[in-house]
């Protein structure tokens, strides 16, 4: 249930725009299959068609017809970065998400992708799941969008079970994890903390971020 909701969410996250790149972290085979499916079949591939700037009245009956259907996201097909992956195919997919315009979602294994991976093309990423793993990963993970040439605020976000579950009330141990390691690096006074959104992100999943 929580990986639909998650997908609903990253769905609904690039819907925003055209442009922007997300990546979106999870740990488990099951959750990145769901996900990458999801994700895929949310995806318009249809041509985009050119109309006149002054067709303001066609404009609108769009939108409103829009807001009525299934929220659709464009890009190209999500990448996935995974243990499953071989060196030649993940090269291939970073170098894609790096420099191609139209890849603009990459799903990652939180361990795959913690070391030698550069993704900088992005300033946003989710992560599905947190609770439950090494502090260290997640650092590791959310580093790589930190990497030399990022000039933007990178935020991530997390996606919890909502209040009331195991995964919330575990919550606290992973945030005061991540902040120590924070602290580590940047020293007590200047650890990163958690906006906290109490707001349902979807109907199974709370959303926590920070920006960096």
């Keep these: 249930a929580k990986a639909a909701a ?26 990145l299959d769901a996900l990458h499916g999801a994700v ?14 002054d067709d303001d009245d066609d404009d609108a009956r769009d939108a409103a017809a829009a807001s009525k ?26 170098a894609a998400f790096r420099r191609d315009a139209a890849a603009r979602c990459l799903l990652v294994s939180v361990t795959a992708g913690g070391v030698g991976v550069d993704l900088s093309a992005a300033h946003d990423a989710v992560f599905v799941e947190a ?11 959310e580093d790589r969008l930190h990497r030399r040439g990022q000039t933007r605020r990178v935020v991530a ?4 079970a909502p209040p009331g579950s195991w995964e919330d009330a575990q919550w606290p141990r992973v945030h005061a ?6 602290g580590v690096a940047n020293g007590e006074d200047n650890a990163e903390a958690f906006a906290v959104c109490r707001t349902q992100a ?4 709370s959303r ?5």
């Design 157 to 160: 976000t997390y996606l919890l």
């Design 131 to 141: 609770v439950g793993l090494d502090a260290s990963w997640l650092r590791q993970a």
């Design 69 to 94: 259907e299934t929220t659709r996201w464009r890009g190209g097909p999500p990448g996935r970065v995974d243990g499953a992956a071989s060196g030649g195919i993940r090269e291939q997919l970073l």
């Design 177 to 182: 994890r991540l902040r120590a390691t924070s």
């Design 40 to 53: 895929e079949a949310a995806r318009d591939d249809s041509p985009r068609t050119t109309r006149d700037d």
């Design 208 to 212: 926590k971020s920070r920006g960096s």
């Design 202 to 205: 979807s109907d199974d999943a």
């Design 6 to 31: 998650a997908a609903a969410w990253v769905v609904r996250r690039l819907a925003r725009d055209d442009r922007s790149k997300l990546v979106v972290f999870a740990h488990h085979v099951d959750v």
